[in-house]
């Protein structure tokens, strides 16, 4: 049962459908087509519009055991490699066996991947694997064709509702604890407008990542941990946050860049580009024998480590000997994305560095979806299946988005075909009595990401977490004495999304401080060791009835 909501105004207003998606990506619109082919009624309330998600932004591919040769087994034996001994192996294993299957069904909804001359869809490498098994799209526009095909689909269907524009807020319930529903602020003029509720027979958050917990990263400017903190305030488990993939390519845009930053897919190494520092050595040779291949945690630290020897700021990505056509035909949007920025990758190396990219962790959750709260589903990198481990293998996010929606679509076609889907009626009186959350002031959110990314980022230790946290609790008690003196500040969409990424920061930190060793990408610089007696196993996050997170390690 929920106890802690974020402070809000009372619903003016009510929705009613069976299946109400938080989220529009590949995840959250899988789900919502497949939950219509089972006869129910379909709501997709997204943040931003339709297409706005992280998935449109994603350019290496999706990855499948598609080629000639390759199979469910070896690309398994490849994840459980970068998931540093935390995955889940019968999660990895429905993954990379429904896979293949999934991916075709994604081509027959309209997804147009690109094909060599014999028909069959063209397959490359990216880090960590050791099969050409990334199918990809428009050169490097996978994620974009993938939302474009599912977002027709998805509009096509008069049965499929949309509210675009909309914050999700918290999690109703009924008098047993099951979700009924939720509410949300939508952002606009109309019938449904300012906060409201949608009521529901189960709820799905798709919601996506929590990138702009950092200042630089890939993430788009919406991805600020709405689902994980939702989810945290209704009760819910959430495991692994402190597992952060940094993604070690991103465009360097100089020291005062901050919010969303242009990728450098992998896939342009998978392509034979080299990473060198500005003498033009190649730093990854000997360091990996996948060298610039190697699994993206590696590949992060030992660009971090290179930085700090030489005090560079960045290295370089050189990808001269592809020349001018490849660069036009394979890379067309990073091409224009440097060329925007003033570097053209046809005549000189990329100015790279890592940032935040990826959460491994998430809300917790079953290979059906389900969470620890009865009728609340996860999936895509809101969700923690345990397919990730402690590091995301290349290409494995929007398979595992796809994949895990058609396990909860499947799930909940079951449930009403069984009559284990019942309307449900909101418990008011509980919902009034959950705590309010007070909301920070709306500049707390650069504090935020600025703490975060100078003491929880790619680099970690007990004293630096320490003072990140001490931080992150003087906003909090800011807050709070300004709710108590009554200057609180107005419940808005910055002040939500505020509170939000101080929230899943706390419990991020809160992680990152007790994991005593160096795992994917966790590293500690205190603990450089990974620790397979004491720490092969997850933490597991709740919300304590004082409002807090509480990490206790899964028992061995």
């Not at 147009?112 to 490359?124: K, P, S, Y």
């Not at 819910?236 to 993939?245: I, S």
């Not at 994305?337 to 046809?346: A, L, M, Q």
Request: aromatic letters at 4%; proline letters at 4%; hydrophobic letters at 45%.
């Amino acid at each position: 049962m929920s106890t802690h909501r974020l402070t809000a105004p009372a619903p003016g207003w009510t929705a009613t459908t069976d299946v109400v998606v938080v989220g529009s990506g590949v995840a959250g619109l899988t789900v919502a087509l497949n939950v219509r082919k089972a006869g129910l009624r379909a709501m997709v309330v997204t943040k931003a519009m339709l297409d706005d998600g992280s998935t449109r932004w994603a350019q290496g591919g999706i990855a499948a055991a598609l080629g000639e040769g390759d199979t469910p087994e070896q690309h398994l034996d490849d994840t459980l490699v970068a998931g540093a001994g935390l995955c889940d192996e019968d999660a990895v294993r429905t993954l990379v066996t429904e896979g293949p299957d999934a991916v075709r069904r994604l081509i027959a909804t309209g997804a147009a991947f690109d094909r060599g001359a014999d028909g069959e869809v063209l397959l490359t490498r990216e880090g960590g694997h050791h099969r050409n098994r990334i199918a990809h799209a428009g050169g490097d526009a996978t994620g974009a064709e993938i939302s474009r095909a599912l977002v027709a689909a998805v509009r096509t269907d008069p049965q499929i509702e949309l509210i675009e524009h909309a914050l999700v807020l918290d999690l109703l319930t009924d008098s047993e604890g099951h979700a009924a529903g939720l509410t949300l602020h939508v952002m606009g003029e109309g019938a449904r407008d300012g906060v409201g509720a949608v009521r529901a027979r189960a709820v799905v958050l798709a919601t996506g990542g929590m990138g702009q917990v950092f200042s630089a990263t890939t993430n788009p400017a919406v991805s600020t941990g709405d689902g994980v903190a939702l989810a945290l305030r209704a009760g819910a488990a959430v495991t692994d946050l402190e597992f952060v993939q940094f993604h070690p390519t991103v465009l360097w845009l100089g020291p005062e860049a901050e919010g969303q930053q242009p990728l450098v897919s992998e896939a342009v190494r998978g392509e034979g580009a080299h990473l060198v520092d500005a003498d033009g050595v190649r730093f990854m040779v000997g360091q990996h024998e996948l060298a610039e291949l190697a699994p993206r945690d590696i590949v992060a630290k030992a660009i971090t480590r290179r930085m700090r020897e030489q005090s560079a700021e960045h290295m370089y990505l050189d990808g001269r000997h592809f020349g001018a056509e490849m660069w036009e035909r394979r890379f067309p949007t990073i091409l224009a994305s440097c060329r925007t920025h003033g570097i053209d990758p046809v005549t000189e190396p990329i100015p790279v560095a890592p940032a935040a990219h990826y959460a491994s962790g998430g809300v917790r959750t079953d290979r059906h979806g389900r969470t620890s709260v009865p009728g609340l589903y996860a999936c895509g990198e809101v969700a923690c299946t345990g397919v990730h481990g402690a590091n995301r293998l290349a290409s494995n996010s929007l398979l595992e988005g796809l994949v895990f929606a058609e396990r909860i679509a499947a799930d909940l076609a079951e449930r009403h075909l069984a009559g284990e889907l019942p309307e449900r009626t909101v418990d008011v009186e509980a919902a009034r009595a959950a705590h309010p959350v007070p909301l920070p002031a709306s500049e707390a959110r650069a504090e935020i990401q600025r703490l975060m990314s100078r003491g929880a980022g790619v680099l970690r230790s007990a004293a630096s977490m320490a003072g990140t946290a001490a931080g992150l609790g003087l906003i909090a008690e800011q807050a709070y004495a300004n709710a108590a003196e009554e200057k609180p500040a107005d419940p808005r969409v910055e002040t939500w999304e505020a509170a939000n990424l101080l929230l899943v920061a706390t419990a991020l930190v809160a992680a990152a401080a007790q994991r005593a060793e160096t795992r994917g990408c966790h590293w500690r610089e205190d603990f450089p060791e990974r620790d397979d007696a004491v720490w092969r196993r997850h933490l597991i996050t709740t919300l304590a009835a004082t409002g807090g997170p509480v990490s206790t390690p899964e028992e061995q």
